[in-house]
């Protein structure tokens, strides 16, 4: 068994070479961050006096050359580059990598350099991670490669997206597309009086790249800017987003590759041990699963940090999966690497998505009553008017029982919420009589709504029924249990309730997520006036 000190992708490591044995890789892996290369087919480890004094102990028997010497090798060009970690010795070489919306330097310490990024507007220096951070803004990654050149050790530019290209839309004429991601992109020549119309839209914003103004997809917002080209003379053309999702890669199953694996135990149990909810531990589970078998042919504990950023990327590029999705399969990864494995809390240069700012569906009043009265079945009924009247979460109608009722107080306790909260929310008279005529029909015992064999309903089951009702009362939104509490919320805020105790009845932690639903409420808007009209302009 031998040691060498080597340069593997500009940072300081020892290698250690030995005939194949799993014992001996196994004894290896309990040295920290001791990683396997595929460059070198060989394992290495930290480049520190602890990692070689514990490698000393556990094989007697390692040789290793004198100080000083020192191997490199030139990286695959086809492999993606392994990231820089934290707490490592002074960079070699000038690497630099595009990741989303930054660019990431790791770079020795020269006072020149030094002076030219901070040249760069919000360049800042990330003091844990030892690298500069610098934002992907119009021409910086030309200076840098200007100012850098031929010193440049390695470069990663990414898969850079181009702006999507901007229809030609002629004068008095507003192009409205909606969007995958429920927004409304606005094209339009030049429009003072509509500009001012979009501003005053929350979350609206100008996108410099493409030329276009973006807002919320709502149908009192496409309302909004129709009236106002109506009253203007300017033709309104509507067209809907090709539904990109259609083509997206589909997850891998059992039946596509022959050693599909099952979540590892040690991941489910950890889970348990820390109390996690089960939606959160089905959640974590099967992101793991899929990650895991991405890399079928390779040890979970062997896919090192280039190959998870190559899955994320994956994910977004081929999966098309949503911001919140990849989120979650990055909680997954990080969770099985550093609280399983026990190994110690890594950074991954890993761009986290920004969460699309849509608004919530709300259904009107007319649309909630045809859709409770499209819902013939009793129990079926009793599920959806207690999940309006009470802004339930469609898990929270399932999961509860009888002794939940409070009819003398005319409340509903719900125990054990998202977050692990109870909290008590409002149980509406008619809800409570459609209950009581449930009640006799079907006699549950323990859960207030029983499906098979006396287990609780299914989640699946509620959400088809919910959607089949919609389609039977006509209405074209896409409506889910969920779309229940956000009306439930809307309506109160439009009735005068306090936001406070709207919080309170929806068992929110911040009043951030609350205030979502005064964006959606359209009580008032229309008397909202814009302080610049207020102003005595006499403008030549």
């Known amino acids: 068994m031998n040691a060498e000190k080597i340069i593997h992708k500009g940072i300081e490591r020892i290698k250690i070479d030995f005939p194949f044995n799993q014992e001996i890789a196994r004894q290896l892996r309990k040295i920290d961050d001791c990683r396997w290369s595929q460059t070198y087919k060989a394992w290495h480890i930290p480049y520190t006096k602890s990692a070689f004094n514990l490698a000393k102990t556990l094989f007697p028997e390692i040789s290793y050359p004198q100080p000083g010497v020192l191997k490199s090798k030139t990286d695959d060009s086809s492999a993606t580059p392994q990231q820089p970690t934290a ?73 850079t997206q181009a702006p999507a290209a901007r229809p030609e839309v002629c004068d008095k004429k507003v192009l409205a597309i909606k969007t995958t991601d429920r927004r409304i992109r606005l094209i339009f020549g030049f429009e003072r009086h509509l500009t001012a119309v979009i501003r005053k839209i929350p979350y609206s914003k100008w996108e410099s790249k493409n030329k276009w103004w973006s807002i919320p997809y709502s149908e009192n917002f496409l309302e909004m800017v129709k009236t106002h080209c109506k009253e203007k003379g300017l033709e309104f053309c509507y067209e809907e987003e090709e539904d990109r999702s259609a083509k997206k890669t589909p997850r891998i199953t059992p039946f596509d590759i022959p050693n599909y694996r099952s979540c590892p135990k040690e991941f489910i149990l950890k889970l348990t041990e820390l109390r996690y909810s089960e939606t959160t531990i089905k959640t974590y589970t099967n992101s793991f699963e899929e990650f895991i078998n991405y890399f079928h042919k390779h040890d979970i504990e062997r896919i090192d940090e280039s190959m998870i950023i190559s899955y994320l990327r994956n994910l977004v590029t081929e999966r098309k999966v949503s911001a919140s999705y990849q989120n979650q399969a990055i909680n997954a ?190 009580k008032g808007f229309e008397q909202i006036v814009s302080p610049l009209d207020h102003l005595d302009l006499e403008l030549k």
């Open 333 to 522: 990864i990080k969770f099985y690497y550093e609280r399983v494995l026990g190994g110690q809390r890594k950074f991954y240069f890993i761009e986290r998505p920004l969460k699309e700012k849509a608004l919530p569906v709300v259904l009107n009043q007319a649309e909630l009553i045809a859709i409770i009265k499209a819902t013939p079945n009793i129990k079926h009924r009793a599920m959806l008017m207690l999940a309006y009247s009470s802004g339930l979460r469609v898990s929270e109608v399932l999961n509860l029982k009888i002794k939940d009722i409070d009819s003398e107080r005319m409340q509903i306790r719900v125990e054990q919420a998202k977050g692990k909260k109870d909290r008590y929310t409002l149980l509406s008279a008619k809800a409570l009589a459609t209950l009581r005529e449930y009640f006799k029909q079907y006699k549950p015992k323990e859960w207030l709504f029983e499906g098979t064999a006396g287990s609780s309903y299914s989640a699946r089951s509620i959400q088809e029924v919910i959607q089949y009702a919609a389609k039977r009362a006509g209405v074209r939104k896409k409506v889910s249990m969920h779309t229940l509490r956000h009306s439930f919320a809307t309506h109160l805020l439009e009735n005068g309730t306090d936001l406070r105790y709207i919080q309170s009845l929806l068992g929110h932690s911040s009043s951030k997520t609350t205030e979502v639903y005064t964006h959606v409420t359209t």
């Open 87 to 159: 707490g490592l010795t002074a960079t070699k070489g000038i690497f630099i990598y595009v990741l989303g919306r930054k660019i990431i330097l790791k770079i020795p310490k020269n006072q020149e350099d030094t002076a030219f990024l901070l040249t760069l507007r919000f360049s800042k220096w990330d003091a844990a991670n030892r690298c500069w951070n610098v934002p992907l803004y119009q021409g910086n990654l030309e200076k840098i490669k200007e100012h850098f050149k031929n010193r440049i050790t390695f470069l990663d530019e990414g898969e």
